[in-house]
């Protein structure tokens, strides 16, 4: 198999050490290019077909120019209101990820929002959500003293655009809480009212992510069971006239630097899964 050369710049950042990590072992990729503040320029950019950004805020746009011809996977949040740009969530958009030269991938809360809400798409009347993540879900390394922090609250949080954007409803609060003495993992905890009667939540939602490898409807919620993973473990429940819905995922891998992965095999016509099924 003729090797796909790939370049990563930002790679010693938060997302770009684990996307090394993974494009070191998977199959169909070679790292021909990474460039980082800390550690400068490494072989030939020109030689890469695809480029991962692992950017902060606002810096992507600088290497635009110099990527015109390759194909990009941006993992900030700077072209997710881009219309050009594929919203790179592979189990709502894997026909146009399949066909996209420039991918932008989504933020870990949205992610783990989207993912519990889409099967209700266009049955939604309001939202109510209650996410917490590890410290790594802000961009931070993990803390040594306990401390439960709530923060942005409302519709503050720039990912909650994301979510009502792609799910298409205007009503919805977001309160994003942080535990500063765990790392990894994000468990949302979500409350909608819908405006049509469902007879079968556990049944729509199974069929909806039926061919999706990485979604797992279950009736256990833990971190534990996707830290370290791709997937995203869903959990649905309806009480009376409300649908709650409990997901979890792994911020840095399916919430980052694996989804950008999975792009990456959509966008070369892979298997999904290549190089994101281990142990």
Excluded at 27 to 47: D, F, H, K, M
Excluded at 74 to 79: A, G, T, V
């Amino acid at each position: 198999m003729n090797k796909i050369k790939v370049g990563i710049i930002g790679h010693t950042g938060r997302l770009g050490k684990p996307i090394v990590e993974l494009l070191e072992k998977h199959p169909a990729a070679e790292i021909v290019y990474t460039e980082s503040r800390g550690e400068g320029c490494n072989g030939t950019l020109a030689r890469a077909n695809a480029v991962f950004l692992a950017l902060p805020y606002g810096e992507s746009a600088n290497y635009l120019k110099k990527l015109n011809r390759k194909r990009i996977i941006d993992l900030s949040i700077d072209h997710r209101d881009d219309n050009s740009w594929v919203y790179g969530l592979p189990e709502i958009f894997r026909d146009e990820t399949r066909k996209a030269k420039k991918v932008a991938n989504p933020g870990c809360y949205a992610t783990s929002i989207l993912l519990a809400l889409h099967p209700l798409k266009d049955k939604i009347k309001s939202i109510r959500i209650s996410s917490t993540s590890g410290r790594s879900g802000a961009g931070m390394t993990q803390g040594k003293e306990d401390n439960f922090v709530v923060y942005k609250e409302g519709d503050q949080h720039p990912q909650i655009k994301e979510v009502s954007r792609f799910i298409g409803a205007n009503d919805i609060l977001f309160v994003p809480q942080r535990i500063d003495s765990t790392e990894r993992g994000i468990v949302s905890t979500i409350f909608v009212r819908t405006s049509k009667k469902i007879a079968d939540t556990q049944e729509l939602y199974r069929k909806a992510y039926k061919n999706c490898h990485f979604v797992r409807i279950c009736d256990d919620i833990a971190t534990k069971n996707v830290v370290g993973t791709n997937f995203c473990d869903i959990k649905v429940m309806k009480f009376a006239e409300e649908i709650v819905i409990i997901s979890t995922l792994d911020n840095i891998l399916k919430g980052g630097a694996g989804q950008a992965v999975q792009n990456f095999n959509l966008m070369y016509g892979l298997d999904e899964t290549l190089g994101l099924i281990w142990g």
